[in-house]
């Protein structure tokens, strides 16, 4: 384990250490959907476009179930290892690994049984439902190697192995991009050979990380005779992964419901909506990425009773992402018409795009308080403050913004839904940070007082 990057590393290198590789990771991850809308926009057709868009929920709903097991376990791995206790964090890389993959399963059968009502509740048009149905389907397919993909990197995050994530996902976002030009536009599949190619692109990654758990440089496993179902371990996992998924269910559910209102303006809004929450979507990862390198950081030296250490690398995240915040929003506020011209060449979409992408990317400055907090909360073990964040960010106010702005607002008022929700949970989140940081202060001191 890399134990040198958690107590001895200087912070700014112990962070970047971790983070780096892991935003790296995150921005592969982009690249996926920001690779399939560039390609998908080159046939110049605005219904499919907008189909990718109105499937993008689904994506949500396969890292919900990813997310049970690898933020869960994940985050419950980082805290054995910070207690020495590594025979018990291989055992739970074993549970995690195999038990999701018989959810992913069932998620398929799911998914594929029910493709007509959920592609409906998607807010799919005439124009757009034969598009939507065949990008569906295909990721229907390959949802195991999509979940898997996703569990598989928070789990090897957790021990530190950030760079051999990035090399995963990189090698999946290569063969993404080698594939999409040619089975869009070449074989002039369409939407459907995007599909092909995202799939594809996650099996690599699942298989470089299989390997790379088989060759046992690292200190988790994927040995079946480790398999156990122990009562605490589940409990772990779930009060954690449960309330990490919800957030990432509610996302699903909340861009469901924007889709559909943004459909009621026609299909070229869900094309501009969808444009703008992708280019957007890269600097929020960025910001997401550096509060997930961070995580494994403070669970770690959490377990440790390092509380200054924690704080300060803490602290020198927040800088850095709300620095890094500014200058994206400065950017996209000045090259809104260029950035959406690159997916889209279609004036009138081009202006709404630009106008949705300066209000997406308003709250980009101070969003990496919400992320520090969120994964901070989760790497203590606190599932009731993770169970909230996860409830308040796109349940009480994302959704309900959508709906209450759409009626004051209209058009406009669905974009700025999100930034308000932002804002809203941001305040939240820091209020929530020193009520449970003093609460922190105060354990420690008993149990050192009860030591000497």
Same mark, same amino acid.
């Not at 440790?304 to 995240?317: A, C, E, L, V």
């Given at each position: 384990?890399?134990?040198?990057?958690?107590?001895?590393?200087?912070?700014?290198?112990?962070?970047?250490?971790?983070?780096?590789?892991?935003?790296?990771?995150?921005?592969?991850?982009?690249?996926? @959907?920001?690779?399939?809308?560039?390609?998908?926009?080159?046939?110049?057709?605005?219904?499919?476009?907008?189909?990718?868009?109105?499937?993008?929920?689904?994506?949500?709903?396969?890292?919900?179930?990813?997310?049970?097991?690898?933020?869960?376990?994940?985050?419950?791995?980082?805290?054995?290892?910070?207690?020495?206790?590594?025979?018990?964090?291989?055992?739970?890389?074993?549970?995690?690994?195999?038990?999701?993959?018989?959810?992913?399963?069932?998620?398929?059968?799911?998914?594929?049984?029910?493709?007509?009502?959920?592609?409906?509740?998607?807010?799919?048009?005439?124009?757009?439902?034969?598009?939507?149905?065949?990008?569906?389907?295909?990721?229907?397919?390959?949802?195991?190697?999509?979940?898997?993909?996703?569990?598989?990197?928070?789990?090897?995050?957790?021990?530190?192995?950030?760079? @051999?994530?990035?090399?995963?996902?990189?090698?999946?976002?290569?063969?993404?991009?080698?594939?999409?030009?040619?089975?869009?536009?070449?074989?002039?599949?369409?939407?459907?050979?995007?599909?092909?190619?995202?799939?594809?692109?996650?099996?690599?990654?699942?298989?470089?990380?299989?390997?790379?758990?088989?060759?046992? &440089?690292?200190?988790?496993?994927?040995?079946?005779?480790?398999?156990?179902?122990?009562?605490?371990?589940?409990?772990?996992?779930?009060?954690?992964?449960?309330?990490?998924?919800?957030?990432?269910?509610?996302?699903?559910?909340?861009?469901?419901?924007?889709?559909?209102?943004?459909?009621?303006?026609?299909?070229?809004?869900?094309?501009?909506?969808?444009?703008?929450?992708?280019?957007?979507?890269?600097?929020?990862?960025?910001?997401?990425?550096?509060?997930?390198?961070?995580?494994?950081?403070?669970?770690?030296?959490?377990? @440790?009773?390092?509380?200054?250490?924690?704080?300060?690398?803490?602290?020198?995240?927040?800088?850095?992402?709300?620095?890094?915040?500014?200058?994206?929003?400065?950017?996209?506020?000045?090259?809104?018409?260029?950035?959406? &011209?690159?997916?889209?060449?279609?004036?009138?979409?081009?202006?709404?795009?630009?106008?949705?992408?300066?209000?997406?990317?308003?709250?980009?400055?101070?969003?990496?308080?919400?992320?520090?907090?969120?994964?901070?909360?989760?790497?203590?073990?606190?599932?009731?403050?993770?169970?909230?964040?996860?409830?308040?960010?796109?349940?009480?106010?994302?959704?309900?913004?959508?709906?209450?702005?759409?009626?004051?607002?209209?058009?406009?008022?669905?974009?700025?839904?999100?930034?308000?929700?932002?804002?809203?949970?941001?305040?939240?989140?820091?209020?929530?940070?020193?009520?449970?940081?003093?609460?922190?202060?105060?354990?420690?001191?008993?149990?050192?007082?009860?030591?000497?």
């Amino acid at each position: 384990m890399r134990k040198k990057i958690f107590e001895d590393y200087p912070i700014p290198k112990a962070i970047l250490t971790l983070a780096i590789p892991t935003i790296l990771g995150m921005l592969i991850t982009v690249v996926y @959907n920001l690779v399939d809308a560039f390609f998908i926009g080159q046939t110049g057709d605005t219904f499919q476009v907008a189909a990718v868009s109105l499937v993008m929920p689904f994506f949500y709903t396969m890292m919900a179930v990813g997310g049970i097991f690898g933020i869960g376990g994940g985050t419950y791995i980082s805290r054995l290892l910070g207690k020495k206790q590594v025979d018990q964090a291989k055992n739970v890389s074993v549970f995690c690994f195999y038990t999701c993959i018989l959810f992913s399963i069932i998620l398929t059968m799911i998914l594929f049984g029910f493709r007509e009502p959920i592609l409906k509740l998607l807010g799919t048009s005439l124009d757009t439902h034969g598009f939507a149905r065949e990008y569906y389907l295909v990721l229907v397919y390959g949802a195991v190697s999509i979940v898997m993909q996703y569990c598989l990197g928070h789990i090897l995050r957790a021990e530190g192995a950030t760079a @051999n994530v990035m090399i995963g996902l990189l090698i999946g976002a290569v063969v993404n991009i080698i594939l999409d030009p040619i089975l869009i536009l070449n074989l002039s599949l369409g939407i459907k050979g995007a599909a092909i190619a995202t799939v594809i692109g996650n099996l690599c990654s699942v298989i470089y990380f299989i390997i790379y758990l088989l060759k046992g &440089k690292t200190v988790l496993s994927i040995d079946l005779k480790r398999f156990f179902i122990k009562k605490d371990t589940v409990l772990s996992i779930i009060k954690i992964g449960i309330p990490a998924s919800l957030n990432t269910l509610l996302l699903s559910i909340a861009f469901i419901v924007l889709n559909n209102h943004a459909a009621i303006y026609g299909d070229e809004v869900v094309s501009a909506v969808g444009i703008a929450h992708r280019i957007v979507h890269f600097p929020v990862l960025v910001i997401i990425g550096l509060a997930q390198g961070l995580q494994p950081f403070v669970g770690y030296n959490y377990s @440790n009773r390092n509380f200054d250490r924690m704080i300060k690398g803490s602290f020198f995240t927040l800088i850095l992402g709300m620095i890094f915040g500014f200058l994206v929003f400065v950017i996209y506020f000045l090259f809104s018409d260029e950035l959406i &011209k690159i997916f889209l060449n279609q004036q009138n979409v081009i202006f709404l795009g630009a106008k949705f992408l300066r209000i997406y990317a308003s709250s980009l400055p101070v969003l990496i308080v919400l992320f520090v907090a969120m994964f901070s909360f989760q790497a203590f073990g606190r599932s009731i403050p993770a169970a909230i964040f996860s409830i308040s960010r796109q349940g009480i106010a994302f959704i309900p913004s959508i709906f209450i702005f759409n009626d004051l607002f209209g058009m406009h008022g669905i974009v700025w839904a999100q930034p308000f929700s932002d804002f809203f949970t941001i305040v939240l989140a820091f209020i929530m940070y020193l009520i449970i940081y003093k609460k922190i202060k105060v354990e420690n001191s008993t149990i050192l007082c009860l030591n000497n």
